[in-house]
């Protein structure tokens, strides 16, 4: 049942309907049942992962839980208690990481071996859950806070179960976590029309991007990699670009409805995408998108490398042989290239995705130990932090660095990646994009025009908040006509070009469904 089906509205308008309807102490219960309906519904019996997942977390939760309450009488005890903790984790972390590298990365893992067992190796091919990764890192998570003594374990299994399947966010997230997400899919919420609104407006603003922008630019981009080899550099670099703009749509589409959805219900799910096109460096443009999976990555990963013995004995290592701040930046920088390289294998089995993390990993190792040098640099060309042109130009830098980033995630194998990379710089033959060819590729005119307009449309609103302006506030202080034209205007859009002028509408899935 995907997000752009007229049966999800259907299904969430019937929710939301008996939600406010029923006593506010078995709202939480129907969320439950809403959420594993809809889980069945898109995933069938790949619900038993699920279940799966939520019980072995439940079971180290309270185990965690029973652990921290222990007295800890002595040094001795406390030691002990703590192997004891290690080890649960430990081995929630090795099950539900396990469960998730066999489904996910099997069948990659068994075409590598291949050779060495002589091709006898037997072939597998597992149905990739939905949203495997999101609840998988989710659930991990709340473990790991439970280890740490952050909050009370949940003690109630259906509570913990909802925390895990609450539908708007199990597609592909926003990473909640439980201390934020837990306590609010239980409380009480009454009918305020105003969060309605709000999340119908933010609904809108996702369906917007996604099916108006997104689903035409995957048009052209679907029609030119699937024959890559047949184009010149210039239209595969047109098809990099739409593909961008899909990506970036499809992607920020696809947490604004979630948002908005569970707004609905009175539940603010984290915020996962902060106008990373106005980043001013690589870094900054990956801590902007997915910002759930990077704090995970940054909580989970990056810190315990950084205090871990390994990188503590380099550490002082480096500290000694290597004179300068570079010398006390190394492990950090290690342990930054490490968390990039799992964020390539995250988004998939497949090795353009590891030079992907490859790629971004070593360009950001690369700015955060030259980082002095280049502030050297910019104090002898005399350019200011503050100069707009400098500004500008750290913007266009990033966003030329993720494009070519983007050939490793859309090609169909790494080699055609590279193939693309260097027919765009070989053979770019530029008349392509005024000579007709872009126009033999799926797309009309007028449809070119509705994508690009549409992007632009996003970029403005994105400059007015990264400027400091905040679209509701602005919007309040509106008439009540206007406020609903913020729901209406996307609407007639997306009705319009969204759907009616796309011939046969077909409900699509989203990108990240897929990772």
């Known amino acids: 049942m995907a997000f752009t089906s007229v049966s999800f509205l259907i299904f969430l308008l019937a929710t939301l309907v008996l939600y406010y309807l029923l006593p506010k102490k078995l709202q939480w219960v129907l969320l439950l049942i809403a959420s594993y309906g809809f889980y069945w519904i898109g995933g069938g019996k790949t619900v038993l992962y699920l279940v799966f997942t939520t019980l072995t977390v439940y079971l180290s939760g309270r185990a965690l839980g029973a652990l921290n309450a222990r007295p800890?009488?002595?040094?001795?005890?406390?030691?002990?208690?703590?192997?004891?903790?290690k080890w649960v984790v430990l081995a929630t972390v090795l099950v539900d990481f396990g469960l998730l590298f066999v489904v996910k990365y099997g069948s990659f893992t068994v075409e590598l071996l291949q050779p060495l067992a002589g091709g006898k190796l037997p072939a597998v091919d597992f149905v990739l859950p939905l949203g495997i990764s999101f609840y998988m890192f989710q659930s991990v998570g709340y473990v790991i806070d439970c280890y740490r003594g952050k909050y009370p374990v949940e003690r109630n299994l259906l509570k913990l179960a909802l925390f895990t399947s609450f539908f708007p966010q199990i597609v592909q997230g926003p990473i909640s976590r439980f201390r934020d997400l837990g306590p609010q899919l239980t409380a009480p919420h009454r009918l305020d029309w105003d969060k309605i609104k709000y999340g119908i407006q933010l609904a809108m603003w996702g369906y917007f991007k996604k099916l108006v922008i997104a689903e035409r630019a995957a048009v052209l981009v679907d029609t030119v990699l699937a024959h890559y080899y047949n184009y010149s550099g210039s239209v595969i670099m047109a098809a990099i670009f739409f593909y961008c703009i899909q990506l970036y749509c499809d992607f920020s589409g696809g947490i604004d409805i979630p948002r908005g959805v569970a707004e609905m219900f009175g539940i603010e799910l984290a915020e996962n995408f902060r106008r990373p096109l106005y980043a001013t460096s690589l870094a900054d443009?990956?801590?902007?998108?997915?910002?759930?999976?990077?704090?995970?990555?940054?909580?989970?990963?990056?810190?315990?490398?950084?205090?871990?013995?390994?990188?503590?004995?380099?550490?002082?290592?480096?500290?000694?042989?290597?004179?300068?701040?570079?010398?006390?930046?190394?492990?950090?920088?290690?342990?930054?290239?490490?968390?990039?390289?799992?964020?390539?294998?995250?988004?998939?089995?497949?090795?353009?995705?590891?030079?992907?993390?490859?790629?971004?990993?070593?360009?950001?190792?690369?700015?955060?130990?030259?980082?002095?040098?280049?502030?050297?640099?910019?104090?002898?060309?005399?350019?200011?932090?503050?100069?707009?042109?400098?500004?500008?130009?750290?913007?266009?830098?990033?966003?030329?660095?993720?494009?070519?980033?983007?050939?490793l995630t859309r090609a169909p194998r790494l080699l055609a990646a590279g193939w693309m990379m260097w027919q765009s710089v070989a053979n770019p033959c530029f008349s392509n994009l005024w000579?007709?060819?872009?126009?033999?590729?799926?797309?009309?005119?007028?449809?070119?025009?509705?994508?690009?307009?549409?992007?632009?449309?996003?970029?403005?609103?994105?400059?007015?908040?990264?400027?400091?302006?905040?679209?509701?506030?602005?919007?309040?202080?509106?008439?009540?006509?206007?406020?609903?034209?913020?729901?209406?205007?996307?609407?007639?859009?997306?009705?319009?070009?969204?759907?009616?002028?796309?011939?046969?509408?077909?409900?699509?899935?989203?990108?990240?469904?897929?990772?």
């Open 285 to 407: 443009y990956w801590r902007r998108w997915h910002m759930t999976l990077g704090q995970w990555m940054r909580d989970y990963l990056f810190y315990p490398l950084t205090l871990s013995k390994p990188l503590g004995k380099l550490g002082k290592w480096t500290r000694r042989h290597i004179p300068g701040k570079l010398g006390k930046l190394i492990p950090a920088a290690l342990a930054t290239f490490v968390v990039y390289f799992v964020i390539g294998i995250w988004h998939g089995a497949n090795f353009r995705y590891i030079v992907f993390g490859l790629w971004n990993g070593t360009l950001i190792t690369a700015s955060f130990l030259l980082e002095g040098w280049f502030a050297g640099v910019r104090t002898r060309l005399h350019i200011r932090d503050d100069s707009r042109l400098w500004h500008l130009f750290q913007i266009v830098r990033t966003c030329v660095l993720v494009f070519l980033g983007r050939y």
């Open 72 to 85: 800890k009488a002595d040094a001795a005890a406390a030691a002990r208690i703590r192997r004891q903790k």
């Open 435 to 515: 000579d007709g060819t872009l126009l033999t590729l799926g797309l009309t005119m007028t449809d070119i025009v509705i994508t690009l307009c549409g992007m632009a449309a996003v970029l403005a609103l994105e400059y007015y908040q990264e400027r400091g302006g905040h679209v509701r506030a602005a919007l309040e202080q509106k008439h009540w006509l206007v406020q609903w034209l913020g729901i209406l205007l996307p609407l007639v859009a997306i009705l319009l070009f969204g759907i009616l002028l796309r011939g046969d509408y077909i409900p699509s899935a989203f990108i990240y469904q897929q990772f």
